[in-house]
């Protein structure tokens, strides 16, 4: 029996042609990069150390990573370090907020926030340093004032705040709503960046 009939006779005809269907269509499977250990199949997240005056910033991007991980499910993830092969931590270094931009009479009309972060992954037994993203930085602008808000942007129409909901608000409530939202972003940006560096060890 030659191995495609084998192949067959295995996995059912319905099966069958749906696999040959994947493979000729050139169809990969996503997952990790031929540099990514062989050996590694289970993670734990230590929590991220917070070297910034931001209270709770470290415990927000632990948060974010692990949820990636979740979601993605390439590596299996552990709550106890002694259950992992491997292990992730981070510090965060520094999260700062400057002025992007001002109008004719110096109000601020942008804010620019930069999250800086230290990754490390290591092979828990025996104790060694897989890979080390140094620096990952990203940057979020925001709104300072209404005057900046463009409600016909796609950033603005994929959000939950509304035209409406900026007209009634505040300047000052805007920024405040506007800084929360950049930091989820910021948070969720920065865990899609570590999980897609991690897999593809770069």
């Known amino acids: 029996m030659d191995q495609r009939r084998f192949l067959a006779f295995l996995v059912g005809p319905c099966t069958y042609l749906a696999l040959l269907g994947l493979l000729g269509c050139g169809y990969q499977f996503a997952g990790r990069s ?3 250990p062989k050996d590694i199949h289970s993670v734990y997240v230590e929590p991220f150390l917070n070297r910034t005056r931001d209270v709770g910033l470290g415990d927000e991007i632990t948060t974010a990573v692990r949820g990636e991980l979740y979601r993605r499910a390439e590596l299996q993830l552990v709550d106890q370090a002694d ?5 992730l931590s981070g510090v965060v270094r520094s999260f700062d907020t400057l002025t992007a931009s001002v ?9 620019e926030a930069t999250l800086l972060v230290d990754t490390t992954f290591r092979r828990r037994e025996p104790s060694e340093i897989l890979w080390r993203g140094q620096g990952i930085r990203l940057t ?3 709104a300072g004032q209404r005057a900046a808000v463009v409600t016909t942007s796609t950033q603005f129409q994929n959000q939950t705040l ?3 909901n900026v007209r009634n608000l505040t300047d000052i409530q805007l920024t405040e709503t506007e ?3 950049m930091r989820e972003n910021l948070m969720e940006r920065f865990a ?3 999980h897609q560096r991690l897999m593809e060890m770069f």
């Open 140 to 142: 979020e602008i925001y």
């Open 162 to 164: 509304s035209t409406s």
């Open 179 to 181: 800084s929360r939202r």
């Open 103 to 111: 109008n004719q009479y110096a109000e601020v009309l942008q804010f």
């Open 192 to 194: 899609r960046e570590l």
């Open 83 to 87: 259950q992992a092969d491997a292990i």
């Open 34 to 36: 031929d540099r990514f």
